[in-house]
């Protein structure tokens, strides 16, 4: 193989991931041509209604796969986050490298953490899941819708329109951004978004080619983990307009997860944990899945899917 095209959304955040997997490539193949290929998602066009209430899945991928099934494009490189737990016939998640930190941060630049924001302080977020977690925490702050890409975010917290906001550590990283403060939300307390800070590398099922050329990108035990915390979104047939969220971590050749279904308002949380065989990570995540159901999920899902 002597060209290879990437497909990738055209954010600084989407490229830094697509260039990153294309530097490992010429690294490895010299020889090898790599091009990138910016795609505008429909997650892309709409950045004035918050993701919960545009409703609906792919939204950052569905274009993407597009220009792999009619053939522009050999691989694409995602957020495993943004990818729906069915994908479209003939294309599989061939490979999943390793993971960069999966926790959230709190970032203001004025305070030092989440006790000493005060009442009533503005947090920018436009995750649901991030809301409920950070409102049952402190149930007197004024979450805000907050769209855009992840340096968009961080200059309007510069700029003064929010006391603190909450993004991804990984792709604070990825970009090299930082603030005066950042205050880990991780688990137990607070848990990721499932997949959150995995990359996953998406092509056509019968390019054996390509299953040989990207082998030593795939990374086994985050691919445990990220097929757990999928297995679990399955099981609840959930997207990005619930409050939903996983973490699974690989110890001792065991396979911990935790899940959790919440209420916009974080005051009805349901959370379980499960261990076992890493193999079995997507079954044990879907497993997972119907024990917080049964727990009071289902209600809070109706509910929540009732009022959408």
């Not at 010299?30 to 990138?36: A, D, G, S, Y």
């Not at 599989?92 to 989440?114: A, T």
């Not at 279904?261 to 890493?278: F, M, Q, T, W, Y």
């Amino acid at each position: 193989m002597k060209k290879i095209v990437i497909a990738t959304r055209g954010s600084k955040l989407a490229l830094w991931q697509a260039e990153h997997i294309r530097d490992r490539l010429i690294s490895r193949y010299p020889e090898l041509k790599v091009e990138l290929l910016k795609i505008k998602t429909r997650g892309d066009k709409i950045l004035d209604v918050p993701l919960a209430k545009v409703g609906g899945k792919g939204l950052f991928v569905k274009e993407i796969e597009e220009a792999l099934m009619d053939g522009r494009a050999d691989i694409a490189v995602h957020s495993m986050k943004d990818v729906p737990t069915e994908l479209p016939a003939g294309l599989k998640l061939g490979i999943i490298p390793e993971r960069e930190s999966p926790v959230d941060l709190l970032l203001s630049c004025k305070y030092k953490n989440l006790m000493e924001l005060p009442e009533k302080a503005r947090v920018g977020t436009s995750s649901l899941r991030r809301q409920a977690q950070l409102l049952h925490l402190r149930p007197d702050l004024e979450v805000v819708s907050l769209r855009g890409n992840l340096d968009t975010r961080v200059r309007k917290l510069k700029e003064g329109q929010f006391d603190a906001i909450i993004v991804a550590r990984a792709g604070m990283r990825r970009l090299g951004l930082t603030v005066d403060y950042e205050y880990e939300l991780a688990p137990p307390g607070f848990l990721p978004a499932v997949a959150q800070g995995a990359l996953g590398i998406e092509y056509a099922e019968d390019r054996h080619d390509l299953d040989e050329l990207l082998e030593f990108l795939d990374h086994a035990p985050t691919r445990f983990c990220v097929h757990a915390e999928r297995g679990f979104l399955h099981g609840l047939d959930g997207g990005c307009q619930v409050p939903i969220a996983c973490y699974a971590c690989y110890k001792d050749n065991q396979l911990h997860i935790s899940g959790l279904v919440a209420d916009l308002k974080g005051e009805r949380i349901i959370r379980r944990e499960s261990s076992g065989e890493p193999e079995a990570g997507f079954r044990l995540g879907q497993d997972l899945a119907q024990e917080v159901l049964k727990a009071g999920g289902k209600e809070i899902l109706e509910e929540l899917y009732g009022n959408l």
